[in-house]
């Protein structure tokens, strides 16, 4: 579609301080209107991904149109607009800063899925803005993933900054190639002899996890204390194409004086309807606050510093009220609870944790909020978050097949093949890399175990509640020891020093690693002296020659050899008394990927020894000066492994 001789309320929908004049030109806002937001979306909603196409792209789209910033005062002007694609037309959306985009409460929250580009002119440091005058790329909020100062190539290739608040008319260019996942932005002044060959801002992003199948396309204003005018005199759009070029010798104009067609004679008959209408929306809204006043959402300060927050009462329906027929499990940190986010119809997974101790629980939103940004296919994905008084909610992709312990332990009829069992070793091992090197941070998981590990519907093995025992920490007296972990998976050295490290969570993912092997967990009180703690037990038979016979009798023998006796040694290098003589996790990945070799281990060095009466046997060297780097090469142990996000 096109405007490019005016505008028409015909087939635009306008909400807030949005108007179009009487000369045709759309007003998005206006200086007479504070704290205020204005929307102006294209009708219909258009299709950006088609379901039947496995290709995983988006449609490519390409945009151009012609706005004007006009400020009453230099040092008192509005925040600025955007060029949005939302699946909805945005209502409820905050001002100001949030530039009428998204709610204060939602800023940066995966299930928004909203594309914009920016066009700012005030500087929130807040929001990480650069200056007051820029273009940025935001994705699912306004803290852009990219920006520039506003400016433009001339035609002999320099850059021209343009002042976009100065009331003169500019062109804008939004060009995004699905299959080279690239966004391209361009500026220029009008008049300018043809769009400048260099882009302002080229960005390589996918926008397939953003964008839904359809969406809508437009544009978004927002005031605060002080205000601006926010004209867009042309527009032109393509799906799967180059948008049409716009006719600049037509442009409706701009006046000091406009009179909004809202306020012109050909409007006054239809003004008794609107009233009518008004109190009709109104007493409609009066209702549904009284019925949901129970549901009223309290955000404090403090919280609206920390992205990824969902409302209580979208937590609240899709899990119909945390009815117990929703319930998938309880657990140590609380219940979990399935359902349907009633915003983006996504189905996932909600775990309620209390906590008491309001400092703790701010502490550990600071935490959740920050790992919302962790990107891995094998981390189960946290999608939001909600605080309730003392009660904490956490939104997590749903895992369709559950936990890994209910394959292993006889809960789940189907067994697991080896192949399957392999795969999701090589997975978690990978997940668990990048929590400990892949991050801005090292990230302690604290609890690697069996049901920890989710699977998702191709049964790729994703870790979970990583972070979550720091729950416990905030929450306690810094003079108190407190063990967060699983017996049977603890690190000996967390029961002297109490502090949980990488070297601890390759312990625990020693255990693990028998414990898919053999299909049984590391303490059964109930088997034989000899064979119930199960790295002693491996370890023996190790030492007998007869490795293989602890390997999971329902595999039937079908399994590869040589990765099950790696699988099975490299548990009990993992399990050693001293954190310095296990591997770390990249040596884990690359011996599990085949990237190095496991060379022969001297088992006439390895012995057994009982921790102090605290049942977490492991295993040692006898000399401290014997090193995992002896039983593959160094060189080759400095290769990068792949942490690659989700």
């Not at 037309?89 to 299930?111: Q, W």
Request: with cysteine.
């Amino acid at each position: 579609f096109i405007y490019d001789d005016g505008f028409r309320p015909v087939n635009l929908t306008l909400t807030g301080e949005s108007v179009i004049t009487s000369s045709g030109v759309l007003q998005l806002t206006n200086r007479r209107g504070l704290w205020s937001v204005g929307h102006a979306f294209y009708h219909d909603p258009l299709q950006f991904k088609d379901p039947s196409d496995a290709s995983n792209t988006t449609a490519s789209f390409s945009t151009q149109f012609i706005f004007a910033i006009v400020s009453g005062i230099e040092t008192l002007r509005g925040s600025g607009f955007t060029f949005a694609v939302a699946p909805s037309m945005l209502p409820n959306t905050t001002g100001g800063d949030y530039l009428g985009l998204v709610r204060n409460s939602s800023n940066g929250n995966f299930s928004n899925h909203v594309f914009a580009v920016e066009f700012d002119t005030v500087l929130g440091t807040w929001l990480r803005d650069i200056n007051d005058n820029h273009v940025g790329v935001d994705i699912n909020g306004v803290i852009s993933d990219t920006s520039q100062t506003a400016a433009y190539c001339t035609d002999d290739g320099k850059n021209e900054t343009i002042d976009l608040k100065s009331g003169k008319m500019i062109q804008a260019w939004v060009d995004y190639n699905a299959n080279e996942k690239l966004l391209n932005v361009t500026l220029a002044p009008i008049p300018f002899s043809s769009k400048p060959i260099r882009p302002l801002i080229s960005y390589s992003v996918d926008l397939y996890p953003v964008l839904l199948d359809f969406m809508y396309v437009g544009f978004t204003s927002g005031t605060s204390n002080s205000a601006s005018d926010h004209y867009i005199l042309a527009w032109s759009f393509t799906i799967n194409g180059k948008s049409q070029d716009l006719d600049l010798s037509n442009l409706p104009k701009i006046s000091k004086k406009e009179v909004p067609i809202w306020k012109s004679a050909s409007f006054l008959p239809y003004t008794t309807a609107f009233t009518a209408l008004f109190f009709i929306m109104l007493g409609i809204i009066s209702y549904l606050v009284y019925r949901t006043r129970k549901l009223s959402d309290t955000v404090e300060v403090w919280e609206q510093d920390y992205p990824h927050r969902l409302p209580y009462r979208e937590i609240f329906n899709a899990t119909k009220g945390f009815s117990e027929k929703e319930v998938l499990g309880r657990g140590g940190f609380g219940s979990v609870y399935t359902g349907v986010l009633p915003s983006s119809r996504m189905q996932v997974a909600v775990k309620r944790v209390s906590h008491n101790g309001k400092q703790g629980l701010r502490e550990f939103v600071s935490e959740v909020s920050s790992m919302g940004r962790l990107r891995h296919r094998n981390l189960v994905q946290l999608q939001g978050w909600c605080r309730r008084k003392e009660e904490l909610l956490l939104v997590y992709e749903f895992m369709p097949n559950g936990s890994l312990d209910t394959f292993l332990f006889g809960e789940k009829e189907r067994n697991l093949s080896w192949e399957e069992r392999f795969k999701i070793l090589n997975g978690i091992a990978s997940g668990l890399l990048y929590l400990h090197e892949g991050w801005e941070q090292v990230v302690v998981h604290r609890d690697v175990k069996a049901s920890n590990v989710l699977l998702d519907a191709q049964l790729n093995g994703k870790l979970g509640d990583f972070g979550l025992a720091r729950l416990y920490e905030h929450g306690t007296d810094p003079q108190t020891t407190h063990i967060v972990g699983t017996v049977g998976y603890m690190a000996p050295e967390l029961l002297i020093t109490g502090k949980a490290t990488a070297s601890s969570d390759v312990f625990s993912f020693g255990a693990f690693l028998l414990e898919v092997a053999c299909g049984r967990r590391p303490v059964e009180i109930t088997r034989p002296s000899d064979e119930v703690l199960l790295m002693s037990w491996v370890f023996m038979c190790w030492k007998r020659g007869e490795l293989l016979s602890v390997i999971d009798e329902r595999l039937e023998m079908r399994y590869v050899k040589a990765e099950a006796e790696l699988v099975l040694k490299l548990g009990v290098l993992c399990s050693q008394l001293k954190p310095e003589d296990r591997p770390n996790m990249r040596q884990v990945v690359q011996l599990l990927n085949g990237d190095v070799p496991l060379h022969e281990v001297p088992l006439e060095n390895l012995i057994i020894e009982d921790d102090n009466d605290h049942d977490q046997l492991a295993v040692a060297y006898s000399s401290s000066d014997i090193h995992i780097s002896r039983f593959c090469s160094s060189s080759q142990t400095e290769k990068s492994t792949d942490t690659s996000r989700k």
